[in-house]
């Protein structure tokens, strides 16, 4: 397990060069230059070069790069151009919010999707299974950013229930966290019910059954066991979603998280702050990819010795 472990670092090392190399190059071909949009558009040329030369933009793209890469190792990130905070310490509070955010909306999902997926797997054609479905369908087919000027409307608007956006109060992470986990939890239902309904038709159930064990306990210690592996990696998958994919939701309910904070550095073409944030969504997907490789050799030891 531990040399699984060291492998998959190792092989992380390459791909978060590329996607730091991707998004590098990326916002520096597109169109636009944060000097001229920090000094207005009455900005002389002089005063342009002179922030380009502060900004360290003057330089060669590779030399850009390098610099970044080798200040990243470190630990340093650079520092925004619009508040000359550093983007480190910046990120670091935003992650947090972040991080809470994608919790309570992984466990509205966790808690929701995988008991009705084993349920309707259980009941295969029957009115709760069509009902379900029919749900999970609308949940998938929703968009979040018009969930969550719905539920805005509804339940802080009209019923008062709840702040309409900010975290000021601990109610005020419920409206973001249930428009953000409305897709999760179409997968993991779809999902579930695909793993445990191909399960249910495997030899060794009915083994299980012959001995005279109860139907309860089958489906716990068997059934479920075997069916986990498929969901642990939607699971994995997900939960690295709901990190990225919070941009949209942080946008719409003004969470101080990652999202605002990478939406805000694109509108005034902040490049640190923008290299930052993609930096840390990719360390994010390799971590959450790494624990679901450990978790696969508790569930399946065949994994674990291969």
Avoid at 45 to 72: C, E, K, M
Avoid at 75 to 95: C, D, I, M
Avoid at 145 to 160: N, T
Avoid at 252 to 271: E, I, K, S, T
Wanted: proline content about 5%; overall charge positive; aromatic content about 12%.
């Amino acid at each position: 397990m531990i040399a699984l472990v060291w492998r998959r670092v190792l092989s992380s090392l390459p791909l978060l060069l590329g996607v730091s190399f991707a998004a590098f190059l990326i916002l520096h071909l597109s169109p636009g230059d944060p000097a001229r949009l920090m000094l207005g558009e009455n900005a002389t040329p002089s005063a342009i070069s002179a922030l380009h030369r502060q900004l360290g933009l003057d330089q060669p793209l590779q030399v850009q790069f390098g610099l970044f890469v080798w200040n990243a190792l470190h630990g340093n990130l650079g520092y925004s151009f619009r508040t000359y905070q550093p983007v480190a310490a910046e990120l670091w509070l935003r992650a947090v919010a972040t991080a809470e955010l994608s919790a309570v909306a992984f466990g509205l999902s966790l808690l929701a999707g995988v008991p009705l997926g084993v349920l309707t797997a259980l009941r295969r054609n029957s009115w709760v299974d069509y009902v379900l479905r029919v749900v999970t369908l609308v949940s998938l087919s929703t968009p979040v950013f018009w969930l969550g000027i719905v539920l805005i409307f509804v339940f802080a608007v009209k019923l008062h229930w709840v702040p309409s956006s900010g975290a000021g109060t601990p109610t005020a992470i419920i409206l973001p966290g249930l428009a953000l986990s409305t897709y999760t939890f179409g997968i993991l239902f779809r999902m579930t019910r695909t793993a445990v309904t191909d399960v249910l038709h495997e030899d060794f159930l009915r083994t299980a059954y012959a001995k005279g064990l109860r139907r309860r306990t089958v489906i716990a210690r068997h059934a479920l066991r075997n069916a986990f592996i498929p969901i642990l990696t939607v699971l994995g998958l997900q939960f690295g979603s709901l990190m990225s994919g919070a941009v949209v939701t942080e946008t719409v309910f003004a969470w101080p998280g990652v999202g605002l904070y990478m939406v805000r550095g694109l509108f005034a073409r902040d490049y640190p702050v923008i290299r930052g944030c993609i930096l840390l969504f990719a360390v994010s997907f390799l971590l959450i990819n790494l624990l679901v490789d450990i978790l696969y050799g508790y569930l399946d030891p065949r994994l674990r010795y291969g």
